[in-house]
């Protein structure tokens, strides 16, 4: 019986030293997250997961550090795990509201508009979902088919072809360009030999007529020496 008593009491002491560090790693968690300082509460945080995977706290808590960490897809995973296990409605509409950003951001609006849906049966009071569940619906009509990444990929094919066509215009253009320069060039050539035979011509003439003036002068000294 003593030693059943002594079992029982090294357990009891177990699993209070595991709470005391189990809340210590949320205090300290919390107080980095507080202070921006991301890294450092993702570790305390995944040191109380390691204590109690199952913890909505300690869930919830990771996943709005690893939002905040840029990780998106890790913190949708740990936040879709804590919708199931969470009831109370005050933190279901946190968990569903976060989810719905997150989808959000990702132009998954059909998936956020049914999260903000869910937070707002949770919280009808919460203006914010409201109006993020309103531009989501907009943003979805607004959507081309095959929103999301089909899109993003359809809007890189079509800024490849915009560059392209681009770029065929520049080379048109600038082989207009080359050939109006040519016929110019062509043109000048042209003009100066005109210029040059016709300044050729000028000069017989000129020619002709100094020669004819000094033959008449000739004739006219013949004469009155005659």
């Known amino acids: 019986m003593k030693r059943l008593s002594l ?34 509460a993702q570790v305390q945080y995944q040191k ?84 993020n569940l309103v531009l989501c619906q907009r943003l979805l009509k607004n959507q081309p088919q095959g929103g999301g990444q089909d899109n993003k990929e359809g809007d890189k094919q079509d800024k490849d072809q915009q560059k392209q066509d681009q770029q065929q215009q520049q080379q048109k253009k600038d082989d207009k ?10 043109m000048s050539k042209e003009n100066a030999e005109q210029m040059l035979n016709a300044a050729m011509q000028n000069e017989r003439q000129t020619q002709d007529k100094v020669k004819q003036k000094v033959q008449n002068a000739q004739q006219r000294r013949l004469q009155k020496q005659w």
Not at 84 to 91: G, S, T
Not at 177 to 186: A, L
Request: hydrophobic letters at 30%; aromatic letters at 10%; one cysteine or more.
């Open 48 to 131: 109380g997961f390691e204590l109690d995977s199952n913890s909505v706290q300690i869930n919830y808590n990771l996943a709005n550090t690893l939002m905040r960490q840029g990780q998106p897809k890790e913190a949708l995973q740990l936040l879709d795990k804590t919708s199931k296990m969470e009831a109370n409605p005050i933190r279901r509409h946190q968990i569903c509201h976060n989810i719905g950003v997150i989808l959000q951001a990702g132009q998954d609006y059909a998936r956020a508009i049914e999260y903000y849906k869910e937070a707002l049966r949770c919280d009808p009071t919460d203006n914010e979902t409201r109006y």
């Open 7 to 40: 079992i029982y009491f090294l357990s009891c002491f177990v699993l209070t030293l595991s709470a005391q560090n189990y809340r210590d790693y949320i205090r300290r968690g919390n107080r980095s997250f507080r202070d921006t300082v991301y890294d450092k």
């Open 177 to 186: 360009q080359q050939k109006q320069r040519e016929q110019e060039s062509q």
